[in-house]
């Protein structure tokens, strides 16, 4: 029983990394009015070639980006 925490958690973890969640940018939609890039908290967005362009492994799956998008270009999935 000792050693089923540790595999419980290795678990949890495996699941929350399969299953995480982040903000995809539709490029059709995105201005590069760089709102985005200024609220994210976690400086996990920049702009490439006048687009938003998000880094998944930065990003924490808060979903500001999606409220704060002037052209509903974010979504999360
Ligand atoms: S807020 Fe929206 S339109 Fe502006 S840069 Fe970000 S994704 Fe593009
Ligand atoms: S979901 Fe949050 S952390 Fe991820 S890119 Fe958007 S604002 Fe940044």
Known sequence: MIQSKPIFYLLVNIYD???ALVAIVD???CTGCETCVNECPAS???IENEKAKVDKDMC???QTCV???PSE???VE
Request: charged letters at 20%; one cysteine or more.
């Open 60 to 62: 924490v799956d808060c």
């Open 67 to 69: 409220d704060v998008c």
């Open 44 to 46: 996990a967005i920049v």
């Open 73 to 75: 270009a974010i979504l």
């Open 17 to 19: 990394e399969v299953n």
């Open 27 to 29: 490029t059709s939609k």
